[in-house]
Structures are given as C-alpha cells and as structure tokens.
Nanobody, 115 residues
Framework: QVQLVESGGGLVQAGGSLRLSCQAS????????MGWYRQVPGKQREMVAD???????DYASSVKGRFTISRDYAKNTMYLQMNGLKPEDTAVYYCHTAWGRVDYWGQGTQVTVSS
C-alpha cells in the first residue's frame, strides 16, 4: 500500500510562488513515474507535470517555464515549485504515482491565486 501526502498549498497573489510537497510512505525509487495533477470544480483532472525515475520531465503547456518538478530520493518526496502564479492556476493539486498496476493519489492540496 502506497500513501501520498501533499502539503504546501495556500493563498497567494498573482505573480507569487508556492512549493508543493508530496511525501510518500515508502521509497520513491520504486516508482517509475510520479506526477502532479490539478482539478477545478466541474472540470476533469489534468496533468500538470511528471517526472521519471531517470529524471526526465514533462509539463503541461500552460505551466511550462513557470513550474518545476523534482524528486528528492533521500526524503522520499516529490516537489512542484510554482513561480509566476496566475489566477487560472487556482485548483486542488494532487500527486500521483502507479505501482503494481494500481494508481495512487494523495488527498489534494488547495492552491488559490488571487488577482
């Protein structure tokens, strides 16, 4: 069983920064891919960024150049550094991984960007 716990969300003004953390219950070296997703009410959950075990990254076009995803294997934690935040980045952010053909999600952390 994998547990993922997000933290770091909050209220920030447009142009500001936040860093989200996703703490895993076990070694994140077990996970080939980890990622961040976000969801607003009434819309589908969308991929924001993901990172492979080897360090390759992928970003949604809407956040490329502003967000940076990373992994810290010593702390079993994944991060999402978010700079230049915009009101349209407001959402609940979830971390995700898959292991043993099972998808695992955290409980989500709210990010609100005021204009």
């Amino acid at each position: 069983q994998v547990q993922l716990v997000e933290s770091g969300g909050g209220l920030v003004q447009a142009g500001g920064s936040l860093r989200l953390s996703c703490q895993a219950s076990g070694s994140i070296s077990s996970f080939e891919i980890m990622g961040w997703y976000r969801q607003v009410p009434g819309k589908q959950r969308e991929m924001v960024a993901d990172i492979t075990r080897g360090g390759s990254t992928d970003y949604a076009s809407s956040v490329k150049g502003r967000f940076t995803i990373s992994r810290d294997y010593a702390k079993n934690t994944m991060y999402l550094q978010m700079n230049g935040l915009k009101p349209e980045d407001t959402a609940v952010y979830y971390c995700h991984t898959a292991w043993g053909r099972v998808d695992y999600w955290g409980q989500g952390t709210q990010v609100t960007v005021s204009s």
